[in-house]
């Protein structure tokens, strides 16, 4: 309970202190698991949140929750999309299981104690299974060959060598797919002359002659998508084709 006596005497406090490399590699998969989290929850509802308040907030009351010695928490697409599925758009949900859980805490009742251990290491395990079977097996439909590959490479570095080896190797092979299809997105929508295009910016009488004088020398490129490096690279091959080919 929490309102016994505590004796600090009996606390290892040398083991408190969390090694830098463990410190930064559980700290990046957090900030990487909020955001996917926070991701299928803009997939699955439609809204919009914003990803660095989400961030801030979930920081600010983890930090507060551990300072009170609990258990912290995170968003949850999946109670998020039951809500907003049974009609709850509001707060009045979360604050009422918010209200409920620290109710539970402060009182100090040991439901846990009520529950035969063998139950709950079989739902531990049962958690565990469904989760390997959904990543190993059911997980080849949706992710692809390389996909299932990298996950069945992750499983044997997390076996071998822990969570953070695993992680790491994910987020590499992620960082590197990511922009190998980065490469291959086209960024021009259209390339005319200014001949083809009217703007509504309102100019001067003396700078519209100068520019309908000359729109044949005008050209006028329309872009779309994310301008990554391997974009940015086959349009500027294109520039450079397209000038060397009129100098000519």
Request: charged share 10%; aromatic share 8%; proline share 3%.
């Given at each position: 309970?929490?309102?016994?006596?505590?004796?600090?005497?009996?606390?290892?406090?040398?083991?408190?202190?969390?090694?830098?490399?463990?410190?930064?590699?559980?700290?990046?998969?957090?900030?990487?698991?909020?955001?996917?989290?926070?991701?299928?929850?803009?997939?699955s509802t439609g809204s919009v949140?914003?990803?660095?308040?989400?961030?801030?907030?979930?920081?600010?009351?983890?930090?507060?929750?551990?300072?009170?010695?609990?258990?912290?928490?995170?968003?949850?697409?999946?109670?998020?999309?039951?809500?907003?599925?049974?009609?709850?758009?509001?707060?009045?949900?979360?604050?009422?299981?918010?209200?409920?859980?620290?109710?539970?805490?402060?009182?100090?009742?040991?439901?846990?104690?009520?529950?035969?251990?063998?139950?709950?290491?079989?739902?531990?395990?049962?958690?565990?299974?469904?989760?390997?079977?959904?990543?190993?097996?059911?997980?080849?439909?949706?992710?692809?060959?390389?996909?299932l590959l990298v996950i069945y490479?992750?499983?044997?570095?997390?076996?071998?060598?822990?969570?953070?080896?695993?992680?790491?190797?994910?987020?590499?092979?992620?960082?590197?797919?990511?922009?190998?299809?980065?490469?291959?997105?086209?960024?021009?929508?259209?390339?005319?002359?200014?001949?083809?295009?009217?703007?509504?910016?309102?100019?001067?009488?003396?700078?519209?002659?100068?520019?309908?004088?000359?729109?044949?020398?005008?050209?006028?490129?329309?872009?779309?998508?994310?301008?990554?490096?391997?974009?940015?690279?086959?349009?500027?091959?294109?520039?450079?084709?397209?000038?060397?080919?009129?100098?000519?």
């Amino acid at each position: 309970s929490i309102w016994s006596v505590q004796h600090p005497g009996l606390v290892s406090w040398q083991l408190l202190p969390p090694r830098a490399c463990s410190f930064l590699g559980l700290g990046f998969v957090l900030i990487l698991s909020l955001t996917l989290r926070i991701a299928g929850i803009e997939g699955s509802t439609g809204s919009v949140l914003g990803i660095d308040e989400e961030v801030k907030w979930t920081g600010i009351a983890s930090a507060a929750a551990g300072a009170c010695g609990t258990v912290i928490g995170s968003h949850s697409p999946g109670l998020t999309t039951f809500n907003v599925e049974a009609g709850s758009t509001n707060v009045q949900a979360a604050v009422l299981t918010a209200l409920l859980q620290l109710a539970l805490w402060l009182s100090g009742f040991p439901v846990m104690n009520f529950f035969p251990r063998f139950l709950l290491s079989g739902i531990l395990m049962n958690l565990g299974l469904v989760m390997l079977q959904e990543w190993l097996w059911t997980a080849r439909r949706k992710v692809g060959g390389l996909g299932l590959l990298v996950i069945y490479v992750q499983v044997a570095s997390s076996a071998m060598y822990g969570l953070l080896p695993s992680v790491l190797v994910g987020a590499c092979v992620a960082m590197m797919t990511a922009q190998a299809q980065l490469m291959q997105l086209h960024v021009l929508k259209y390339h005319v002359s200014g001949a083809s295009v009217q703007t509504n910016m309102k100019r001067k009488p003396r700078e519209l002659q100068v520019l309908n004088s000359r729109r044949d020398l005008i050209e006028c490129l329309g872009l779309e998508g994310y301008l990554a490096e391997g974009s940015m690279i086959k349009l500027m091959k294109y520039l450079r084709q397209y000038v060397e080919f009129n100098r000519t």
